[in-house]
């Protein structure tokens, strides 16, 4: 999962060491064999997991499946990406008009602090409108995103927007503030979501 000597570069932000966050297209169901492959070449590398339970024909099971199917993130220097198509089943790195696009490093910070303070999340593709908030209290505090309904509970959406991707956390309306207009990162807010 998550290896713990990147977390004072993720928290002291991008470009530490020269290195930046980057999204790693892989084969379908390939995310564990190139994380396997990532590591033994020496790439930072980044495969969150989540625990499901899946139902086989005689019995459950729990089983670790990819937070963001189809994606490995690398943290890697300029002179690194070429490095990361050594592992078998990599597609490309994420990018547009050919040049790989850094992921911002709050983003993957986010979506880590989530999952090790064992938040219930699950995966949520795509960007869908909602209402753009700012965590207030709790483990997630500064960090912005979507408040969505589901099954009658309040989640927040955790954007990964490089690869079109998001995470929802389920998350108590009074720990968040309303975002103004332009106000992301700032963290000031207008008032509690009903």
């Known amino acids: 999962m998550f290896r713990n000597e990147f977390r004072d570069e993720i928290r002291e932000g991008e470009g530490v060491s020269g290195r930046e966050w980057y999204a790693l ?34 019995r459950y099971k729990v089983i670790q499946e990819p937070l963001f199917p189809g994606y490995v993130f690398v943290h890697v220097a300029d002179d690194e990406q070429a490095d990361v198509y050594d592992a078998r089943g990599v597609v490309r790195l994420v990018g547009f008009n050919g040049k790989p696009c850094s992921i911002p490093a709050k983003s993957i910070e986010a979506v880590r602090t989530a999952m090790e303070a064992s938040m219930k999340c699950d995966p949520y593709p795509g960007l869908h409108p909602g209402r753009e908030v700012i965590v207030i209290r709790g483990p997630l505090k500064g960090y912005a995103g979507v408040l969505i309904r589901r099954e009658g509970k309040h989640r927040l959406l955790l954007a990964v927007e490089a690869i079109g991707q998001s995470m929802s956390v389920e998350i108590f ?5 309303i975002v103004r207009q332009g106000a992301i990162g700032s963290g000031a807010g207008e008032g509690a979501q009903p």
Request: net charge neutral; charged share 30%; no cysteine.
């Open 25 to 58: 297209h892989v084969r379908s169901r390939h995310e564990k064999l190139v994380a396997t492959q990532l590591e033994a070449l020496g790439v930072s590398h980044w495969l969150p997991l989540l625990e499901t339970r899946r139902r086989w024909s005689d």
């Open 173 to 177: 309306a009074g720990d968040v503030e």
